[in-house]
């Protein structure tokens, strides 16, 4: 068993928490496998658990996180959501993207129960605009249930992104560098947010982001990715207490894990 393996069977170890996600053997081609994408790719995730993948650009994690969603199909492998094989899109999974994507001639209530409309139409997403209108409150929202998009601001309108995924009570959430777009300032205060909600929420959370220091204060696990084809090299469980604070961005112990992650990137230790 190589060594990168045997990290992932101890970060796993924790029996206390169900197992929620699994890929096993997960690789992807394109161009009739001219195109080598992804190595295959082991991982196991936790009820609760909240980890982060990071890599050089164009080394794959978009595509591992598609496949994740059920968007696109790995050309070998297993991807296993609650017991039950990921064939395609499913409620169960809540993506968000870097853009909130809300439509404009809807309002932030109709923007976030949209999920709902779609798979089960108009009834149902009506019947939804109570645990909608709360998920608002949750993130700061309320009151702002019947404004339109351009009345947001940035982060405004990832907030009611963030809610539109969670309104089918998904199982999974798999982000995709969703606020990349702001501003430091309010990145910083998304990020404890999204860790926030999670936490209430008991969210099993899947992050792609090329931030290093993004990375470590919201997770547990970072899984570090070599270049293409993209495989885990480097899987790094981060000790630190939670709720995590914006304080420990000066924490010495997040400075190691930081330096230790840029090392592998930076010097392409894993090539």
């Known amino acids: 068993m190589s060594a990168a393996a045997g ?20 690789t992807k081609t394109y161009g009739r496998g001219a195109i080598h994408a992804l190595d295959p790719v082991d991982l196991t995730l ?23 969603a059920g968007l696109v199909p790995p050309t070998s492998g297993r991807v296993v959501l609650n017991g039950t094989p990921v064939m395609g899109p499913r409620r169960d999974i809540g993506m968000m993207f870097q853009q909130a ?25 009506k019947a939804s605009h109570a645990s909608a209108r709360a998920l608002l409150e949750l993130v700061g929202l309320a009151g702002f249930e019947d404004v339109y998009p351009d009345k947001l601001s940035g982060g405004m309108a990832q907030r009611a992104a963030i809610c539109r995924m969670l309104v089918t009570d998904p199982s999974m959430l798999l982000l995709d560098e969703p606020f990349s777009a702001l501003d430091e300032l309010s990145r910083d205060f998304m990020n404890m947010e999204l860790q926030r909600i999670c936490l209430e929420k008991n969210a099993t959370t899947f992050l792609v982001t090329h931030s290093i220091p993004e990375a470590v204060i919201l997770s547990d696990v970072v899984y570090v990715m070599s270049p293409r084809p993209g495989r885990f090299v480097e899987i790094i469980e981060i000790d630190l207490p939670r709720p995590r604070t914006l304080d420990m961005l000066t924490d010495p112990r997040l400075a190691d894990y930081v330096r230790r992650i840029r090392s592998l990137l930076d010097e392409g230790a894993f090539q």
């Open 7 to 26: 990290e992932i069977d101890r970060v796993v170890a924790d029996a206390g928490r169900p197992i929620v996600y699994e890929l096993s053997r997960v």
């Open 46 to 68: 936790r009820r609760g658990s909240f980890s982060a993948i990071i890599g050089p650009s164009g080394c794959g994690k978009s595509t591992l996180l598609k496949i994740m």
């Open 101 to 125: 994507t809300l439509f404009p001639w809807r309002t932030t209530l109709e923007n976030v129960v949209l999920p709902i409309e779609i798979r089960d139409g108009q009834a149902a997403a």
